[in-house]
């Protein structure tokens, strides 16, 4: 079956569960009326549909290559991209005053869920331009903002980010590469970085990276960091690309997946490079693109959920095997109970982690359009969450769907393979979901747990409201809440961020559970004697009480898991 855009679920959830039309009142989004919405949604599917998906084995089967220390790209990977910056997908939820639409993150994050539906290979070059765009917006002179944005949000030029180096990874301030003043305000950047994606390509005419690098006589760790802007080719005065700026291409990675991006080891040799933000000030601007990232990742893996779904009941519907003596009856698979079970779960998880993601994105969008601080606190606190579980859902999902097809599932031909090749590295991406989950815990909750709290007032003030016509639905969920709100208490008493940290990962997994069912509950709502209605009945009945079991070992400290030793595990 052909990749089928998801729109129609985007309009159900902007209407019956994230509110998007709230946004349209504010001055900011005043722009994202209900037919630039719709206008929006229609052309990116049809986008994903027509232009993208058809190249997304292509970016398997002939992967990103060097040659001659030139890299070159996946077939028809040029053209698709081009359609991506001609189409104007790049720059979103950019400022107008550089050429972008200034519409909210909530559509930026519905299109990259389905950009990476159809090529997760390609979809991650814009999403780090988007990242960077960001950072430049908040941290950049004007004069480089300028020069970049235009060319960023045309999608002209691309954007990467380069943190990590052989010695430095989730620890950042190990970093070890130099940036010296050339005494003119430029600086001369010299070391080594590796994992950046798209680091090197044939798509645009120059690569623009975001480089973090340390000061002479800087402090040590992050402290001591700050960001540069340092481009393959320096820009000449009319800002064309002009002479090679000494960005070497040493290599890039031979990967499990996302074989169609060129993930690159790249060398700078006292490369120019332009401060973005204050001196010393890089984290804090990187974390801005980072941030931004973190939303982008947790959309790539719920939409390679929903393509490896698509795949997968595809197969189902036409497979015969077997008998089942069910009702209405097809004949295929999807009858046998087990396969239903499978297909059910992928489709109300993938409501569940895109719910989330866009509650996460409405949130932002409500901070940046004057909605307070409230408002600000909620996007940080769903962050991790969003980014984890929509993550951890497209694992599952996509590895659910090598099961339905069964042996021919582990056959590369049929293509089910590749969504959890591809799909495996974005839990790893912008910080792991294990470093996303011990932030939840400490930083996120750094308020005594306020934010936390305000969501579960909203999560059990709407279940009240629900119990009245759908008591079966909604009592589970408030239950849940009450569940989730005690471990919330007992997790901010404890002063051992370690016995935070051991159950972080399930925390995180419960508290995205209960939105989970929090999502179902107003689908089921607004949807009484529907599929949504059908849909949010099997997650709460079936996966909602996941949720016990996440929080139990949440609260179960850090004590018996240290009282395993190293010698106990190698036993």
């Keep these: 079956m052909p990749y089928r855009a998801p729109v129609d679920e985007f309009r159900f959830l902007y209407a019956h569960v994230v509110d998007l039309a709230a946004l349209a009142g504010t001055e900011r989004f005043a722009e994202a009326t209900p037919e630039t919405v719709e206008a929006i949604l229609t052309e990116a599917g049809r986008l994903c549909e027509e232009v993208l998906a058809p190249t997304r084995r292509a970016g398997d089967t002939d992967p990103a290559r060097l040659e001659n220390g030139v890299t070159r790209t996946s077939e ?15 720059a979103i939820s950019a400022d107008p005053e550089h050429g972008g639409m200034g519409l909210p993150m909530a559509l930026t994050t519905a299109v990259n869920d389905m950009v990476s539906s159809a090529n997760l290979a390609l979809q991650l070059n814009p999403m780090l331009t988007q990242g960077q765009i960001d950072a430049l917006e908040a941290h950049a002179s004007d004069e480089l903002k300028a020069l970049y944005l235009p060319k960023l949000i045309s999608g002209e030029w691309t954007g990467t980010m380069n943190l990590t180096e052989p010695q430095a990874g989730s620890d950042v301030g190990a970093l070890r590469t130099k940036a010296e003043p050339n005494g003119d ?22 690569i623009c990276h975001l480089v973090l690098a340390r000061l002479p006589d800087a402090a040590p760790g992050t402290k001591g960091i700050s960001l540069f ?18 960005v070497r291409t040493v290599s890039l990675e031979e990967k499990m997946g996302i074989h169609g991006s060129p993930t690159a080891v790249l060398d700078y040799d006292r490369s120019t490079g332009w401060l973005v933000g204050p001196e010393n000030g890089g984290m804090k601007a990187m974390f801005t693109m980072m941030n931004n990232a973190r939303l982008g990742v947790g959309a790539q ?13 595809a197969y189902a519907m036409d497979r015969r095997q077997g008998a089942s003596k069910v009702e209405n009856a097809t004949g295929s698979i999807v009858d046998h109970a087990d396969v239903r ?11 569940a982690a895109r719910a ?47 099961q339905v097809h069964g042996g021919m599932g582990y056959v590369e031909e049929t293509g089910a393979a590749q969504f959890l090749r591809d799909v495996r590295v974005t839990a790893i991406y912008e910080g792991t979901n294990g470093i996303q989950a011990m932030d939840l815990v400490a930083r996120k909750m750094a308020d005594g747990g306020e934010a936390a709290f305000a969501m579960l007032d909203e ?12 008591p079966d639905l909604a009592a589970p969920v408030w239950e849940a809440a009450e569940t989730l ?27 995205a559970r209960v939105l989970g069912g929090h999502a179902h509950l107003m689908a089921a709502m607004a949807d009484p004697e529907g599929p949504r209605a059908r849909l949010a009945r099997f997650y709460i009945t079936r996966l909602l009480p996941q949720h016990a079991g996440h929080l139990a070992h949440a609260r179960a400290g850090a004590e018996d898991l240290y009282a395993v030793s190293p010698d106990d595990l190698a036993a």
């Design 76 to 90: 028809g990977f040029d053209a698709a991209y081009g359609a991506i910056a001609e189409g104007g997908w790049v």
């Design 301 to 313: 893996g719920i939409g390679v959920a929903e393509g490896a779904f698509q795949h997968a009941l």
């Design 185 to 206: 305000g430029t600086y001369a950047i010299t070391g080594q970085k590796i994992y950046i994606t798209w680091g090197d390509h044939d798509l645009t005419p120059n």
């Design 356 to 402: 989330i993601a866009l509650m996460c994105a409405v949130a932002l969008d409500r901070a940046r359009s004057g909605g307070g601080e409230d408002w600000a606190a909620r996007a940080a606190f769903l962050t991790p969450i969003a980014k984890t579980f929509g993550t951890e859902t497209g694992m599952a999902v996509a590895d659910m769907g090598i």
């Design 485 to 511: 709100r005690e471990t919330v208490e007992w997790l901010v008493a404890q002063d051992d961020l370690n016995a935070r940290f051991a159950g972080s990962v399930p925390f995180l997994m419960g508290f």
């Design 341 to 351: 079970r499978m297909l059910t779960t992928m489709k109300a998880d993938i409501f």
């Design 459 to 470: 999560i059990e003030s709407f279940a009240e409201t629900a119990r009245e016509r759908m």
């Design 229 to 246: 802007m340092v481009p393959k080719y320096l820009p000449t005065e009319d800002g064309t690309p002009g002479p090679f700026n000494n």
